[in-house]
């Protein structure tokens, strides 16, 4: 049983092009992480959301915590933006459950 | 813009060998994380640390492991008599009071021999 389900776990895409990953969760508290995750192993958080939408550079989350539900998406897509997208949910003692990510290659 | 640490970046080990990751948290941060991944894996939470002790720990987190703050600053993983099977990327992660967001070290890759 998956607590976060990711769709799609592999994508392509080509450079420009506009890219939503979903994510669903069926426990955790009203808040979720998106992180990123590069070829040499490190994470970077992008955004923790609690509700609506929040923006930064050419990426959008957002978040509908009725649904249990959430998008992450990137416009005008680039090479560099390859990497895995994890969505990551907290329970109440602030373990996270983790996604099982999404691999994005973005090419020229 | 504080970052959390982690050292080794990489460690290898040889079977049955003791090993400690060692992390850096932001400096007003009050809790603190382990999470281990498995190559082709997802992340998975090992243990959540505050104030001292360990707040809760996942089946994985068995009697080989154990988690102190020693200084006052670092933040460790011990991992007793090392098995294949712990050759994993460990990512430390540390969080502020009141806030979900957690932010996380770069990783040690450990791998055992």
């Known amino acids: 049983k998956n607590e976060v389900e990711q769709s799609p776990q592999n994508l392509t895409a080509q450079e420009g092009e506009f890219i939503t990953i979903n994510c669903s969760y069926s426990?955790?508290?009203?808040?979720l992480h998106w992180l990123q995750q590069h070829p040499g192993g490190g994470i970077v958080s992008l955004f923790m959301?609690?509700?609506g939408k929040k923006k930064h550079g050419r990426l959008i989350a957002t978040i509908n915590i009725q649904e249990k539900h959430s998008s992450l998406h990137i416009t005008a897509s680039h090479p560099r933006d390859s990497a895995v997208y994890i969505c990551a949910v907290p329970n109440t003692g602030n373990q996270f459950y983790f996604g099982t990510g999404t691999s994005l290659t973005v090419i020229p | 813009e504080p970052e959390v640490t982690q050292t080794p970046s990489h460690q290898v080990t040889q079977m049955g060998q003791e090993v400690i990751l060692r992390c850096v948290p932001i400096s007003n941060h009050l809790y603190f994380y382990w999470y281990r991944q498995i190559l082709g894996q997802k992340v998975e939470f090992l243990v959540s640390?505050?104030?001292?002790?360990?707040?809760?720990k996942s089946e994985i987190f068995d009697d080989q492991f154990s988690v102190e703050r020693p200084d006052g600053s670092n933040f460790t993983l011990k991992i007793r008599s090392t098995k294949l099977e712990d050759s994993a990327m460990y990512f430390c992660?540390?969080?502020?009071?009141?806030?979900?967001?957690?932010?996380f070290g770069p990783g040690t890759r450990l791998t055992v021999l």
């Open positions: 640390f505050y104030n001292n002790e360990i707040s809760e």
């Open positions: 426990v955790g508290i009203s808040a």
């Open positions: 959301l609690s509700s």
């Open positions: 992660a540390t969080q502020g009071t009141g806030v979900y967001e957690q932010f």
